[in-house]
């Protein structure tokens, strides 16, 4: 019995020696991360306090000193790394405003009916339609037309037979066919009414050019007196683009002021153009003033009530500049890549000045020349923190 208490006495010692010993062998500097959450940092293994997936071990606490990321050529491939000089490029404020595609009311035609009656057709009814010289857009029912038509033949059958009589009624016949070509009848529909002899009591109107329907008075069955607009007919072959702009932002929208044209829904069609109306009052219950701009509307690719956008350029300058891609802004100021060497990369905080859509201007940070990083800025991030542990901003200072 004394031998075996000795004995499990003796196993004790020697596990405990063990463990130490296993112990010993991990590195205090080594750090464990997560893939998902790369701000989780500990220093031992266990699951992510937010997603809760086992925590990945990173080799060692990294060197403060060493501010470098290496990738390898396949992680280069993966993040979509790609690099530019930093150049002289000649930069400027943009404004951007929302704007619409209309008709050009001064292309616009209002088509009246020339003689009172009743609707009786209508070829088009949809704004927006398109139309074709010569095809017809209503027909009107006119007693008037009738008497006038009657009229007409009256005197054509009283001319033929002045011969016999010694009378010339020539001039009482083509009073009466310029009545009723005033009224709208062309000259086949005259034709045709001298050949029948019969009065029509419906009048069909033609379509005299081509154009698009920009407006629909009246509908089926309305009684119309001489003169009621039936249409307005839109040439497109030219079309306003109209920006309501904040009064506060007015100042950069006067007449002439050079414009960018583009339209979401035509990708890459960029139009240069100049303002040609700027409404010096606010509109009516707002605080807006309206931009007008003419373009062509080459191939008819345009149409009323498209979306577009006018973007005004100011403060045109040339300066030290990078693409917007490329720089990172967070609370702790601006930063961009740079390639240090093939495969190493290293952050740098920057002074930003003036920025558009395309580029940043650099006023402090990097010289012309340095390689920034352009695609992958926010991947390579991810994986600084998620190697090393911390934010590669954290303690950095311009």
């Excluded at 927006?128 to 029912?141: A, D, M, N, T, W």
């Excluded at 081509?210 to 009246?218: H, R």
């Excluded at 931009?291 to 005004?312: C, F, H, K, S």
């Amino acid at each position: 019995m004394k031998k075996i208490f000795v004995l499990l006495i003796s196993l004790t010692i020697l596990l405990s020696v063990s463990c130490k010993k296993k112990e010993s062998t991990e590195d205090p500097n080594t750090i464990y991360t997560c893939s998902m959450d790369p701000q989780v940092v500990e220093h031992h293994p266990g699951k992510c306090p937010i997603c809760h997936m086992e925590l990945t071990k990173v080799s060692s606490i990294p060197d403060k000193n060493d501010n470098t990321i290496h990738i390898s050529d396949a992680e280069k491939r993966l993040a979509n790394i790609k690099t530019e000089f930093v150049e002289m490029q000649t930069i400027s404020n943009e404004k951007n405003f929302p704007a619409v595609v209309s008709v050009n009311q001064k292309l616009t035609d209002a088509i009246p009916s020339r003689i009172s009656g009743r609707i009786d057709m209508l070829y088009y009814r949809s704004v927006g339609e398109r139309v074709e010289k010569g095809l017809p857009l209503f027909q009107i029912y006119s007693e008037e037309l009738i008497a006038a038509e009657k009229q007409y033949l009256s005197a054509l059958q009283q001319q033929e037979n002045s011969s016999a009589l010694g009378i010339d009624y020539t001039q009482l016949a083509e009073a009466a066919r310029r009545k009723l070509e005033l009224w709208g009848m062309n000259d086949l529909q005259l034709s045709e009414l001298k050949r029948k002899r019969i009065p029509e009591s419906v009048l069909t109107v033609y379509a005299d050019r081509s154009g698009v329907i920009a407006e629909v008075s009246v509908t089926m069955g309305d009684y119309v007196m001489e003169g009621t607009p039936v249409y307005k007919l839109a040439d497109l072959s030219s079309v306003w683009v109209e920006a309501q702009v904040y009064s506060s932002e007015a100042a950069s929208i006067t007449e002439n002021t050079k414009v960018e044209v583009t339209f979401p829904s035509l990708p890459g069609k960029i139009i240069e153009a100049k303002i040609n109306f700027a409404n010096p009052e606010l509109l009516t219950d707002s605080k807006l003033v309206l931009a007008r701009i003419e373009i062509p509307n080459t191939g008819d690719e345009l149409t009323p009530g498209m979306q577009a956008y006018i973007t005004v350029r100011t403060n045109e300058k040339e300066t030290l500049a990078v693409p917007s891609s490329a720089v990172l802004h967070d609370s702790n100021g601006a930063t961009v890549w740079l390639k240090k060497s093939p495969g190493v990369y290293e952050p740098v905080m920057v002074q930003v000045g003036m920025e558009n859509k395309e580029y940043s201007e650099i006023i402090s940070g990097i010289e012309e020349g340095d390689a920034v990083v352009t695609s992958g800025a926010y991947l390579l991030q991810s994986e600084y923190i998620f190697k090393k542990g911390q934010d590669p901003m954290v303690g950095m200072k311009m």
